[in-house]
């Protein structure tokens, strides 16, 4: 029997699917105190960021939004029904596993379209919640950096490259790191523009080759063509710049056919600290 490849459109449905039954799991278990709200408010997050990234890159902008919009709404649910439902002999919050996928998606989604979130419940400290060294750690350290504009630790960040190439995990996406904390802090200003974002380009494109356990949210293998690479959305975003690019969050005028750089009309200039 052959394997079975999902479509874009088969990759759609699943998410869809998926978040409209958590959302009405959500709301049930939420009626009855039910801390099983929190996983289904979580997976709502997900799905509902997955659902915006594909359309996205479909070119479907109103749709991408909503879907974004509601991943927000499902972040927000997800922290409030953890503040209510889960809490320790002392009376502590306890932010469970889900809380990793939530915060990612949730706090890029919201950055992304300018909405507030609940924050005063979130853990303090997201480094705390991540072991340094593995994915999380990485897109936690750069995700907290762009919404709070928090200064990355360099010795830190360092260290966890070294813990990443000890385990010997992938190098094109240390690759991929290194490029946006290098971004992210100004380090690559001094480039010429069109060459940078052509680095950035070669890194997308060489996620094709990941084709052992493809991850969708990253575009790897037959994904890649499907989604965008939202961690640079986020970073161009925060850093300032604007203009058109198909990994770039845009308003009116989106156009899913822009693959280069000569749609800038702000180079980025608000970069963040490294201490």
Same mark, same amino acid.
């Given at each position: 029997m052959s394997e079975w490849i999902p479509t874009f459109e088969d990759l759609l449905e699943i998410s869809v699917t998926?978040? $409209?039954?958590? &959302? &009405? #799991?959500? %709301?049930?278990?939420?009626?009855?105190?039910?801390?099983?709200c929190i996983f289904n408010a979580a997976v709502c997050t997900e799905e509902h960021f997955t659902a915006g990234l594909l359309y996205w890159r479909w070119g479907k902008r109103q749709d991408?939004?909503?879907? !974004?919009?509601?991943c927000v709404k499902g972040y927000n649910q997800f922290i409030e029904a953890t503040n209510l439902l889960s809490k320790d002999e002392n009376g502590a919050v306890q932010f469970g596993d889900g809380f990793l996928k939530a915060y990612k998606f949730g706090e890029t989604a919201a950055a992304l379209l300018e909405k507030p979130? $609940?924050?005063?419940? !979130?853990?303090?400290?997201? &480094?705390?919640?991540g072991e340094m060294g593995v994915m999380p750690w990485f897109d936690?350290? !750069?995700? &907290?950096?762009? $919404?709070?504009? #928090? %200064?990355i630790d360099s010795a830190s960040f360092e260290q966890a490259c070294e813990t990443w190439t000890r385990r010997k995990y992938p190098k094109t996406v240390l690759e991929a790191y290194r490029f946006y904390f290098e971004f992210l802090t100004g380090k690559l200003s001094d480039l010429p523009f069109d060459e940078v974002m052509g680095r950035h380009e070669a890194i997308y494109e060489s996620r /094709? #080759? =990941?084709? /052992?356990?493809?991850d969708l949210m990253?575009?790897?293998? #037959?994904?890649?063509? =499907?989604v965008v690479d939202w961690l640079f959305a986020l970073i161009l975003k925060s850093t300032g710049w604007e203009g058109r690019y198909l990994h770039a969050w845009i308003g009116d005028g989106f156009d899913p056919d822009v693959l280069d750089a000569s749609g800038t009309t702000t180079l980025p200039h608000k970069f963040v600290a490294v201490s």
């Amino acid at each position: 029997m052959s394997e079975w490849i999902p479509t874009f459109e088969d990759l759609l449905e699943i998410s869809v699917t998926r978040a $409209v039954r958590n &959302e &009405e #799991k959500y %709301a049930r278990f939420l009626s009855q105190d039910n801390p099983q709200c929190i996983f289904n408010a979580a997976v709502c997050t997900e799905e509902h960021f997955t659902a915006g990234l594909l359309y996205w890159r479909w070119g479907k902008r109103q749709d991408a939004f909503n879907h !974004l919009n509601s991943c927000v709404k499902g972040y927000n649910q997800f922290i409030e029904a953890t503040n209510l439902l889960s809490k320790d002999e002392n009376g502590a919050v306890q932010f469970g596993d889900g809380f990793l996928k939530a915060y990612k998606f949730g706090e890029t989604a919201a950055a992304l379209l300018e909405k507030p979130v $609940v924050t005063e419940v !979130l853990p303090n400290g997201y &480094e705390t919640h991540g072991e340094m060294g593995v994915m999380p750690w990485f897109d936690g350290t !750069l995700i &907290e950096a762009c $919404v709070t504009g #928090k %200064a990355i630790d360099s010795a830190s960040f360092e260290q966890a490259c070294e813990t990443w190439t000890r385990r010997k995990y992938p190098k094109t996406v240390l690759e991929a790191y290194r490029f946006y904390f290098e971004f992210l802090t100004g380090k690559l200003s001094d480039l010429p523009f069109d060459e940078v974002m052509g680095r950035h380009e070669a890194i997308y494109e060489s996620r /094709k #080759k =990941f084709n /052992k356990l493809p991850d969708l949210m990253l575009g790897e293998g #037959k994904h890649n063509p =499907f989604v965008v690479d939202w961690l640079f959305a986020l970073i161009l975003k925060s850093t300032g710049w604007e203009g058109r690019y198909l990994h770039a969050w845009i308003g009116d005028g989106f156009d899913p056919d822009v693959l280069d750089a000569s749609g800038t009309t702000t180079l980025p200039h608000k970069f963040v600290a490294v201490s």
